[in-house]
T-cell receptor, first 115, second 113 residues
Framework: AQSVTQLGSHVSVSEGALVLLRCNYS??????LFWYVQYPNQGLQLLLK??????LVKGINGFEAEFKKSETSFHLTKPSAHMSDAAEYFC?????????????FGKGTKLSVKP | NAGVTQTPKFQVLKTGQSMTLQCAQD?????MYWYRQDPGMGLRLIYY???????DKGEVPNGYNVSRLNKREFSLRLESAAPSQTSVYFC????????????FGPGTRLTVT
């Protein structure tokens, strides 16, 4: 069965600092991996996804993530944090096919950005 | 192009009351989902519909029923609300299952007293 672990329910960084949000997954088949962002009082929107091919994936708003099969990780990074990045971030895994085709979400990491 | 719409935005129910949450998408997507979001728990799948005419249970289906009315609409019904169902409910849709991006509605905040 698939699962996702996000390390750290809260992360605080200063504006301009590196953002690193950690995600580890468990999957019995080659995974499809996603990062979603949720701004206050809104639904989730896709930041980026990994399906196959290049392991470094670029997303919206300057975020990127690297799929590392040997470490079963898919950490999200951004070189320089902006105040507008303050939100909750969710990592998710999916395995295509039948009942395995749903998304399994991590518990989320709330990012705070200090001026 | 409204994307995924949900009604109502807010609802307060008394224990034992029933209600239906409505969801519609205008993207011609095949698959639709209902999630609940609780603090510290992430999103948990209640029910999903892989395609029109099919529905399946997710991780937390107890106390809920769903109807895929047509390709656009997917409703969630609480027959006898309980305080444990106090949550924020999100509907989502996608072109298909698996690796397709899910598009989320704005959510319904439900309180059961």
């Amino acid at each position: 069965a698939q699962s996702v672990t996000q390390l750290g329910s809260h992360v605080s960084v200063s504006e301009g600092a590196l953002v690193l949000l950690r995600c580890n997954y468990s999957s019995s088949v080659p995974p499809y991996l996603f990062w979603y962002v949720q701004y206050p009082n809104q639904g989730l929107q896709l930041l980026l996804k990994y399906t196959t091919g290049a392991t470094l994936v670029k997303g919206i708003n300057g975020f990127e993530a690297e799929f590392k099969k040997s470490e079963t990780s898919f950490h999200l990074t951004k070189p320089s944090a902006h105040m507008s990045d303050a939100a909750e971030y969710f990592c998710a895994v999916s395995a295509y096919g039948g009942s395995q085709g749903n998304l399994i979400f991590g518990k989320g990491t709330k990012l705070s950005v200090k001026p | 192009n409204a994307g995924v719409t949900q009604t109502p935005k807010f609802q307060v129910l008394k224990t034992g009351q029933s209600m239906t949450l409505q969801c519609a998408q205008d993207m011609n997507h095949n698959s639709m989902y209902w999630y609940r979001q609780d603090p510290g728990m992430g999103l948990r799948l209640i029910y999903y519909s892989a395609s029109e005419g099919t529905t399946d249970k997710g991780e937390v289906p107890n106390g809920y029923n769903v109807s895929r009315l047509n390709k656009r609409e997917f409703s969630l019904r609480l027959e006898s609300a309980a305080p444990s169902q106090t949550s924020v409910y999100f509907c989502a849709s996608s072109e298909g299952m698996g690796f397709y991006e899910q598009y989320f509605g704005p959510g319904t905040r439900l309180t059961v007293t």
